[in-house]
């Protein structure tokens, strides 16, 4: 991201920023956001049957892309994305679902070190080659090859995780078909998928919406500096989350709520400590950053950033009441926050353009993230009301 910054035209960073936001939201139309359910059934499942679900999990998928593609099209087809990207849409989309399931289905089995290494393949490894060999000019400095380089990440990635998944032997890949157990899934995962895509529905409007009111050049300073703010969450992912919520979702399946206590406080004390490190980080180094840019739009735009740091600070301490609502499966709870906050967006959009419509969506986006964070606490609290959960 900071070399396309440097490199590339601002109009490049500006539909990248575009592009990744359509893959994010597109992750979850064709995933159907069924690994909430087939998590937790995995985890408390043994791994004699774990093929026989998997399979059944794929039937689904394929199902979901036929369905959605021709859909897809029509954001090409409105020129929200132009169709020379097409194809790198298509490929990098299906390739980063192979590579966010295979990795969910490892973190289930209490692989997360493995997950992580899949990741860093996935999203760390191919840029350690790739930004070299296009900052001294040895590849063409093109988005194209960007892609290319995103694919053949992704490629190693899917590699690695199935040399994992048949170190794990798991069978049951001949049994049938478990539909019963497909339907109970989709049951449970449409009403999570609604308010998914309602979240996320804010997060990749922002972009468009902002398009609208600005120019594709300010749409690209805002992606860098959310991809930037963004590197918290993708460290609380890889080195929090992804250790610690299944033994949360363990223990509270269990009923062992001493565990569970220990663990909830060794999250909250963890992603605390990482926010507060990280978030100092990120200020400091934000001004070297500018300077390496090196271009005026990031410094006549530089308040953008901190609208993305604070929407990010929030968005990461929401994830503590949003899993432990999770373990606790109350997904409506979490559903209907998430309807909610499209509306706390929209509305917040709408009142705010009229005093700036540079600001009205980040000012936006901050404040939705702020309602979500409240919103989750307080649902956490009231259902901890009956139960010994020590919250303090």
């Known amino acids: 991201m900071f070399i396309i910054a440097k490199h590339l035209p601002d109009e490049d960073m500006g539909m990248y920023g575009l592009f990744t936001s359509a893959i994010v939201f597109s992750l979850y139309a064709v995933g159907l956001d069924f690994y909430i359910y087939s998590t937790r059934e995995l985890i ?26 021709p859909f897809l099209i029509f954001l090409f087809y409105f020129d929200y994305l132009p169709w020379k990207v097409f194809l790198y849409f298509i490929i990098i989309l299906i390739f980063e679902h192979i590579c966010q399931e295979l990795q969910r289905i490892i973190i289930a ?4 070190l493995a997950a992580n290494l899949g990741l860093f393949a996935r999203s760390g490894l191919w840029p350690i080659f790739f930004i070299p060999l296009f900052y001294w000019g040895v590849i063409p400095r093109s988005l194209d090859y960007l892609f290319i380089a995103w694919i ?12 994992i998944l048949m170190e794990m032997r798991i069978s049951g890949w001949k049994n049938e078909i478990q539909w019963t157990w497909l339907m109970d899934g989709i049951k449970v995962s449409i009403v999570f998928l609604i308010g998914t895509l309602a979240l996320r ?10 398009q609208e009111l600005t120019t594709l050049k300010i749409v690209g300073v805002y992606s860098f500096f959310v991809g930037i703010s963004g590197v918290i969450t993708s460290f609380l992912d890889a080195g929090v989350f992804s250790f610690q919520y299944p033994r949360l979702i363990k223990a509270e399946n269990e009923k062992n709520l001493i565990q569970y206590n220990k663990i909830r406080r060794e999250l909250y004390s963890q992603v605390c400590l990482w926010i ?3 978030a100092g ?4 180094l934000f001004k070297p950053t500018l300077a390496f840019i090196d271009k005026n739009i990031y410094y006549e735009y530089q308040k953008l950033y901190y609208f993305t740091l604070g929407t990010t600070i929030f968005s990461s301490f929401a994830l503590l009441p949003h899993y432990e609502l999770y373990a606790k499966k109350r997904d409506k709870a979490i559903v209907t926050i998430n309807i909610l906050s499209i509306i706390v967006f929209i509305l917040t959009a709408l009142v705010t353009i009229s005093v700036s419509k540079l600001y009205a969506i ?18 956490l609290k009231s259902i901890n009301k009956n139960e010994c959960i020590d919250f303090d």
């Open 44 to 69: 408390n499942t043994n791994k004699v049957v774990w093929g026989q679900f998997l399979k059944t999990q794929s039937v689904l998928v394929t199902l979901l892309y036929l369905t959605y593609i």
């Open 109 to 112: 089995a209490h692989k997360p």
């Open 201 to 210: 529905f804010s997060s990749v409007i922002e972009r468009f919406w902002l």
């Open 362 to 379: 980040p000012a936006a986006a901050l404040f939705t993230q702020l309602f979500i964070l409240i919103a989750k606490y307080i649902s």
């Open 281 to 284: 980080i990120s200020l400091i």
């Open 152 to 163: 053949i990440g992704n490629v190693i990635s899917i590699i690695f995780y199935f040399y």
């Open 276 to 278: 507060g490190g990280l």
